[in-house]
């Protein structure tokens, strides 16, 4: 691994200790439990921690695919589904079940190995990113030292299954769906990063635990308000990119239903299209958590007399929030050209993301954060 | 919901949607690219207010739930359920039985039958209406110069009988 970009005013990341034990109170009665037999007591906590994140993940793009029908039906006028349980709450369970039903067809010019891969890329990068959002002081699976890094080069991954699933369908569509993918994250991820190394810049952590600890108190110690626009700034930008990164509208080149019937996913169907469809809304939930941990001071109350209510709440609250304003976009933005696309991020987004990091270099520098 | 379009609320619709300020033709590359970013800015913001206000105002919803609320189901006004004539309170229509309607359709699912009244004229005897042919068009409620006959609101037309779907529309032949 070559040398991470971290400015060098600030303490150079250790490179020995890179994940922190888990430490909470399951965890310490696992450890009791297996006594001296340590390497057990590391295999049962991560198999626990991993199935947790599944657990998670699952539950949450159900929700997500739920809260998602809902708000764009209120959005449109319309209800929604409201007849499978309380308001069509049970509704990602019929999707679900349709979608397993299905049978899974393998078009004959598939290249069946990057065909049946893709589908698993996105999920995967998304559980690993999950891995490294601190939940609360002690519920984080892993905390590497560059975590910010991790979730970066995660975020970067993603575009590989549009990529690899759109060559290996062998279809046009999902071709140019891919290629328009890859434009679109390079561009954007290029002022995704600038946006996490101003967070880096502002807090001085590139750990996600060391992040949200550096915002302790008061709201107005998040990093949204405390650095004077520059934060807030960053956070627009953020969800620009991110929005971007998601490949959600009005960014979402590389499906585009009205010009390319589906885009990189038109030859998958049942559980391969489902895999794809519920990583979205993990990849979703992951944005969400980060721009939280980042800007909203993740797991830490508004103010600390409402420590009373436990960190995760604090972090999900924080999140859905801003699932619902990404949601929020979607339903309300129409599509770009791709032209326009490239316009935004080349000409206005990242020159106000790079400026916007010179500002809060400055501010560091004069000792103002 | 008398008229559909109040569901989008037309005159909040127009104000929000005031016409964007031009870039002045002179203007330099810098100041067309801050207009621009200013304009876009402020018409995404629009959009947003007009999309939360719908989100958070349960009279905006349209959609209704049919069974349940059969009862007191809203129909809009501008529905094309069958053809119907609408009688006034002596039982008396305005049709003139000039089949203008009858030549309109492009189905013939109308056939107007006349007959002669005692003075001589030529009245309205039958207005035959073929539900099964019709395709609900609203040709004929064009076509008719006197608004004799009008698009229903009726639409659970099913029926297991098909004479049931041939039906005389006028309950009295015409006056004079
Ligand atoms: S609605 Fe159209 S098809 Fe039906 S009777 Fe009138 S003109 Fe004919
Ligand atoms: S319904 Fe109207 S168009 Fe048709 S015959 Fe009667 S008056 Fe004429």
């Not at chain 1, 921690?49 to 539950?59: E, T």
């Not at chain 1, 959005?75 to 409201?82: I, K």
């Not at chain 1, 569509?173 to 967070?199: D, H, K, N, P």
């Not at chain 2, 004479?163 to 032949?173: P, S």
Request: hydrophobic share 50%.
């Amino acid at each position: 691994m070559s040398e991470p970009a971290v400015p060098s005013a600030l303490e150079p990341a250790s490179a020995t200790e890179t994940v922190a034990a888990p430490t909470s109170a399951i965890a310490d009665w696992i450890r009791d439990l297996c006594g001296d037999q340590e390497w057990l007591a590391w295999v049962v906590i991560t198999l626990i921690g991993l199935g947790a994140l599944a657990a998670l993940a699952s539950v949450s793009a159900m929700v997500l695919v739920w809260m998602e029908r809902k708000v764009s039906a209120h959005m449109q006028l319309r209800l929604g589904p409201m007849r499978t349980g309380w308001h069509g709450a049970l509704q990602p369970m019929a999707d679900g079940l349709k979608l397993l039903f299905k049978e899974g067809l393998l078009p004959r010019t598939t290249d069946l190995f990057s065909y049946l891969l893709a589908p698993f890329i996105p999920m995967a990068t998304a559980l690993l990113a999950l891995a490294v959002i601190p939940f609360s002081e002690t519920w984080q699976l892993a905390d590497p030292e560059l975590g910010i890094i991790y979730v970066a080069a995660l975020s970067g991954m993603s575009v590989f299954a549009i990529l690899i699933g759109s060559w290996g369908s062998n279809n046009k569509y999902s071709l140019l769906g891919g290629m328009r993918a890859a434009a679109q994250a390079l561009s954007y991820e290029i002022s995704l990063l600038l946006v996490l190394m101003t967070a880096v810049l502002m807090s001085g952590e590139t750990a996600m635990q060391a992040i949200v600890q550096s915002q302790e108190g008061y709201f107005w110690n998040w990093w949204l308000i405390r650095a004077p626009g520059v934060g807030f700034i960053a956070f627009i930008a953020f969800i620009i990119s991110a929005t971007a990164e998601l490949n959600r509208a009005p960014f979402d080149f590389a499906e585009s239903e009205s010009e390319l019937t589906g885009g990189f996913h038109t030859e998958y169907a049942g559980m391969a299209f489902a895999m794809f469809f519920l990583a979205e809304y993990v990849h979703l939930l992951v944005a969400a958590c980060l721009g939280a941990v980042l800007f909203l001071g993740g797991y830490l109350p508004p103010v600390p007399a409402l420590a009373f209510i436990p960190g995760p709440v604090w972090l999900l609250v924080k999140a859905f929030g801003l699932v619902f304003l990404f949601m929020w976009f979607r339903w309300t933005f129409p599509r770009l050209r791709i032209d326009q696309l490239l316009n935004l991020e080349w000409k206005f987004l990242m020159p106000v993301a790079l400026l916007n990091l010179l500002a809060a270099g400055a501010l560091r520098g004069w000792g103002w954060l | 919901m008398s008229n559909p379009r109040d569901i989008l609320g037309p005159q909040r619709f127009s104000q929000s949607h005031a016409a964007p300020k031009l870039i002045p033709p002179n203007a330099s590359v810098t100041k067309r690219y801050f207009i621009r970013v200013v304009t876009g800015v402020t018409s995404l913001l629009t959009g947003m207010r007009v999309t939360i206000g719908k989100f958070f105002d349960p009279r905006t919803t349209v959609t209704q739930q049919y069974p349940e609320n059969r009862d007191e189901l809203k129909m809009a006004e501008r529905f094309r359920g069958r053809v119907v004539m609408p009688h006034d309170a002596d039982g008396e229509h305005n049709c003139t039985g000039c089949t203008l309607c009858e030549k309109a359709c492009p189905n013939g699912s109308i056939s107007v039958l006349n007959t002669k009244h005692a003075s001589g004229r030529k009245i309205l005897g039958k207005y035959i209406y073929r539900l099964d042919s019709c395709t609900l068009c609203n040709l004929c409620i064009e076509a008719c110069p006197f608004g004799a006959i009008e698009m229903g609101t009726e639409f659970e037309l099913a029926t297991t009988r098909k004479e049931g779907l041939v039906e005389i529309l006028n309950k009295k032949a015409g006056r004079l």
